[in-house]
């Protein structure tokens, strides 16, 4: 079989890079909602929202999607989920296995893959390598974020002044994992204190990750362990069940405000 690829010069293909990543970047330059960070908490809440009709933002600084829920547990590639998280691993089409009475385990990049797939099909869109600088405050109200790309950090200190740029939301989710990277922006400027992650209890932690995912300042939705850190609860470690039912519940919080 003789294969022949289509005549594309260099050149067109450089245009058809920048060209349709501006006209995105120009069109989400303002949206409905901003999520910062693209984890499990991120991700699921991302799908959610764009499957409701929400347009949607992704932000994440790293040049992949998943945190955590990529690797799974110590570089092992295996995570776990207790039920009733299993039931978003049916919906996402992930194969898993029963290890004892409410505990399944499954394939973490298998996993991911599915949760990104789903969560593009929804309509969502991702910047990778964009990291967060700022908000954007109106009137005491979290509504949007300021952005730079990831790599500037990584510039000598005598040429980093890169000036960022704002992206404009009705409503931004904290999805940044421990970090709780937006809501230590407000805490920076005093509008908040938060208490900290708490030690590992990982039977107490889901639960009140789960019931404590909620708007933490106006226009702040926080979601996953960005809840551990603002509530100061107890830390999970590598079981992603809470973190997928956060980001549903994040999901139903937003859609919630929009409405109003």
Same mark, same amino acid.
């Given at each position: ?8 010069? $260099?050149?067109?293909?450089? @245009? ?7 006209? $995105?970047?120009? =069109? ?8 910062? #960070?693209?984890?499990? %908490?991120? !991700?699921?809440?991302?799908? *959610? ?10 932000? $994440?600084?790293? =040049? +992949?999607?998943? #945190? ?13 989920? @207790? ?14 296995? &029963? +290890?004892?009475?409410? !505990? ?35 009137? $005491?109200?979290? %509504? ?20 960022? /740029?704002?992206? *404009? ?13 937006? /809501? &230590?922006? !407000? ?19 889901? =639960? ?5 995912? %909620?708007?933490? +300042? ?12 603002? +509530?100061? !609860?107890? @830390?999970? #470690? ?8 956060? #980001? ?11 409405? @109003?």
């Amino acid at each position: 079989m003789t294969l022949k690829f289509a005549p594309v010069s $260099e050149s067109q293909i450089t @245009r058809a890079i920048v060209g349709e990543f501006a006209k $995105e970047f120009e =069109n989400y330059a303002e949206t409905d909602v901003i999520i910062v #960070g693209g984890g499990p %908490s991120g !991700l699921i809440a991302g799908k *959610e929202l764009a499957s409701a009709g929400v347009e949607v933002l992704i932000i $994440e600084r790293n =040049n +992949y999607l998943g #945190g955590g829920f990529w690797l799974g547990g110590f570089l092992m590639n295996k995570l776990t989920v @207790r039920s009733p998280a299993e039931s978003i691993l049916d919906e996402l089409g992930v194969p898993y296995k &029963k +290890y004892n009475k409410g !505990l399944y385990v499954a394939d973490a990049s298998h996993a991911c893959s599915k949760l990104i797939a789903a969560t593009c099909d929804a309509g969502a869109k991702i910047l990778n390598m964009v990291a967060l600088d700022d908000v954007v405050l109106h009137n $005491e109200k979290v %509504s949007g974020v300021v952005v730079n790309w990831s790599a500037v950090s990584a510039l000598p200190k005598e040429i980093a002044c890169v000036d960022p /740029v704002s992206l *404009e939301s009705k409503l931004v989710i904290d999805a940044t994992g421990h970090d709780a990277s937006v /809501v &230590k922006k !407000l805490e920076e400027r005093g509008l908040l204190k938060i208490k900290g992650q708490g030690a590992m209890w990982v039977e107490r932690s889901e =639960n009140l990750v789960v019931e404590h995912t %909620s708007e933490f +300042y106006p226009g702040l939705i926080v979601t996953g362990m960005a809840v551990s850190a603002a +509530y100061g !609860l107890p @830390r999970m #470690g590598p079981t992603f069940g809470a973190m997928l039912m956060s #980001g549903k519940r994040a999901a139903e919080v937003t859609v919630e405000k929009l409405k @109003r």
